[in-house]
C-alpha cells in the first residue's frame, strides 16, 4: 500500500519558515544617486523613518548617528542633519533599497517631489530620480505599474520584518559611542579647545 507523502501546512506557517530560512534580520542598502545614470525605484509604502545624523570630514565615519542626549558631536558644536529613510524597491536588482531623502524643502530638492508625487495611487509605479546640479534632483513617474507588482515576494518578505522590528531602516547609517567620538583626534582637540575634555 503506497503511503500518503503529502504533507499539510499553512500559509503562515510557510512564511515562518521563509523568515527563518533568510535569517531574523534582513539588511538594507543605502540608495546613492549619481550624475551618471537615472536610479530607478518602485515606491510600495508610506512608511518613513526619521533619523538625526553628524557630517564631519573630520570623522572616521563622514555620516554617524547622533547618541541624542549627552551627544559629543553635539557638544563640539557639529551640526545635526536630519533625513527621512524611505524603503522601495529596486526592479533592476530585485532588492529592497533604503532612499535617504533631505529634509529640505526647496524647490529641486528631493523631499517636495516625493511628497507629491509618492500616493498610495502610484504604490507599484516605477519612478526615476535623476541628480541634477548643485545637489538638485527630478523624479519622473512612469505611466504604467511594474508588472505582476502586487506579487513581490521581496516587499512581503521585507514589510513582515519591518512590523516585526528586526529591520531597521537607519542601520544603512554607522554608530560611534560617545566614547569612540570623543578618540576621533580631530574631535578630542575641539573637546580641550572648548574645555570640555
Known amino acids: 500500500m503506497a ?3 503529502t504533507a499539510q501546512t499553512t500559509f503562515s506557517a510557510l512564511r515562518e519558515q521563509l523568515l527563518a530560512e533568510i535569517g531574523t534580520t ?3 542598502e543605502q540608495i546613492r544617486l549619481n550624475g551618471n545614470d537615472p536610479t530607478t525605484i518602485v515606491p510600495f509604502t508610506d512608511y518613513l523613518e526619521e533619523v538625526s545624523l553628524h557630517y564631519s570630514e573630520l570623522l572616521s565615519l563622514p555620516y554617524t548617528k547622533c547618541n541624542g542626549d549627552g551627544c559629543v558631536a553635539c557638544k563640539i558644536s557639529n551640526a545635526v542633519t536630519k533625513k527621512y529613510l524611505m524603503p522601495v524597491y529596486l526592479p533592476l536588482t530585485k532588492t529592497i533599497g533604503v532612499l535617504p531623502i533631505s529634509e529640505s524643502k526647496k524647490n529641486g530638492k528631493l523631499l517636495p517631489q516625493i511628497l507629491t508625487k509618492v500616493t498610495p495611487d502610484t504604490f507599484g509605479y516605477p519612478m526615476s530620480i535623476t541628480s541634477l546640479v548643485q545637489h538638485t534632483f527630478g523624479l519622473v513617474v512612469h505611466p504604467s505599474p511594474l508588472k505582476d507588482f ?3 515576494q521581496e516587499i512581503e518578505v521585507f514589510l513582515e520584518q519591518l512590523n516585526s522590528g528586526s ?3 537607519d542601520s544603512i547609517y ?3 559611542t560617545n ?3 570623543a578618540q576621533q583626534e580631530s574631535v578630542k582637540t ?4 572648548l574645555g570640555l575634555a
Open 3 to 5: 503511503q500518503n507523502t
Open 26 to 28: 534582513t539588511t538594507v
Open 150 to 152: 502586487d506579487k513581490l
Open 167 to 169: 529591520v531597521k531602516l
Open 174 to 176: 554607522k554608530s560611534m
Open 179 to 181: 566614547e569612540e567620538l
Open 190 to 193: 575641539r573637546l580641550e579647545i
